[in-house]
């Protein structure tokens, strides 16, 4: 079991910049940028001994979005990515930016896997097969996150994928319109997954949060990168693009997810500060269509841009 001692403090010597990265889910657990600033939020009460996904920072998604039972399998919400031990690989410090890289393989996957699905761990020698890399590249003010999966099997396998972040809000005013807020995904196609109806079309009022908030935004056709500005407290915002692609280079339309658990839900959450829905904003980009696949031989990305 990692414990919080295996975690990887990277510091950009040039900039003072630094992140710090859990081996378990390759979770990004902070990015302070030049200023010294946090930009990540991490639970109080977040559990760091791999006995769970990390409750903050950049959980990575995958190969699944969620809930159980929704595709055809009965693998864990969000899947297998966030609840393995990824395995650390290179890291530099150059004039323009710092980073580490880690990675992933399938058969050293043994949590969330699920069963009766295309990932079962019988299947392990079976046709689907795939490798995962995180790379975490960053510099004064901007912090790139990439997830790149290849299809080291001999069959093509639909997948999805998100970088789950967790921004942090200063000032405690995540429920303060003018201070914390999403702009960018104005017609977008909308699912509420707490006031269950009918899709609808986003219209160009800011996100703001002032309830259980748990959005789906799916891009217009032709739109393929999300751009966003997050209001994160302190008069201050944080612009965030993401791009995906598949199969040799072909766009893949990017999705964002907005969450905020609120009061009661966080309540609930054993993991998550009673308090804290007042200090963080989720805005997750992601790969979440029903028929994005992965042929073998073959990768895919996901890439975030966070600039602060
Ligand atoms: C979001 C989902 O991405 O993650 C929410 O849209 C979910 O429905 C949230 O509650 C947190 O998920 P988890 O599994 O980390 O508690």
Redesign the pocket.
């Known amino acids: 079991m990692p414990d919080a001692d295996t975690i990887r403090t990277v510091t950009h010597t040039a900039s003072g910049a630094s992140i710090q990265v859990h081996p378990y889910g390759g979770t990004v657990l902070s990015y302070k940028s030049s200023a010294g600033r946090d930009h990540l939020f991490v639970s109080e009460t977040a559990i760091l001994d791999g006995s769970k996904?990390v409750?903050g920072g950049i959980?990575l998604?995958f190969p699944i979005?969620?809930?159980p039972g929704s595709a055809t399998s009965t693998m864990p919400?969000?899947g297998f990515a966030?609840r393995s031990t990824w395995v650390v690989g290179r890291e530099y410090d150059t004039a323009e930016s710092a980073g580490i890289i880690f990675g992933l393989n399938l058969k050293d996957v043994e949590q969330g896997r699920g069963e009766q699905n295309i990932w079962e761990k019988e299947k392990t020698a079976g046709p689907y097969d795939c490798s995962l890399e995180l790379t975490v590249d960053f510099s004064a003010t901007t912090m790139t996150t990439t997830m790149t999966v290849k299809n080291t099997g001999v069959a093509a396998f639909p997948f999805q994928a998100?970088l789950?972040t967790y921004y942090k809000v200063n000032g405690n005013a995540a429920l303060n319109k003018d201070q914390c807020f999403v702009k960018g995904l104005e017609g977008y196609t909308v699912t509420d997954?707490v006031i269950e109806g009918a899709p609808y079309a986003a219209d160009s009022e800011p996100i703001g949060i002032s309830s259980e908030t748990?959005?789906?935004y799916a891009p217009p056709a032709g739109k393929d990168v999300v751009a966003v500005t997050i209001g994160v407290g302190d008069n201050e915002t944080v612009s965030m693009t993401a791009s995906a692609g598949a199969n040799d280079g072909a766009a893949v339309p990017v999705s964002c997810?907005v969450?905020n658990?609120y009061k009661i839900?966080a309540a609930g959450?054993a993991d998550f500060g009673t308090e804290q829905y007042h200090d963080m904003i989720?805005v997750?980009p992601g790969i979440l269509g029903d028929d994005t696949v992965l042929e073998p031989g073959k990768e895919a990305f996901l890439k975030q841009v966070m600039s602060v």
Do not use: A, S
């Open positions: 996904p409750r959980p998604v979005f969620g809930p919400q969000h966030r998100l789950h997954k748990d959005r789906v997810v969450w658990p839900k959450m989720c997750e």
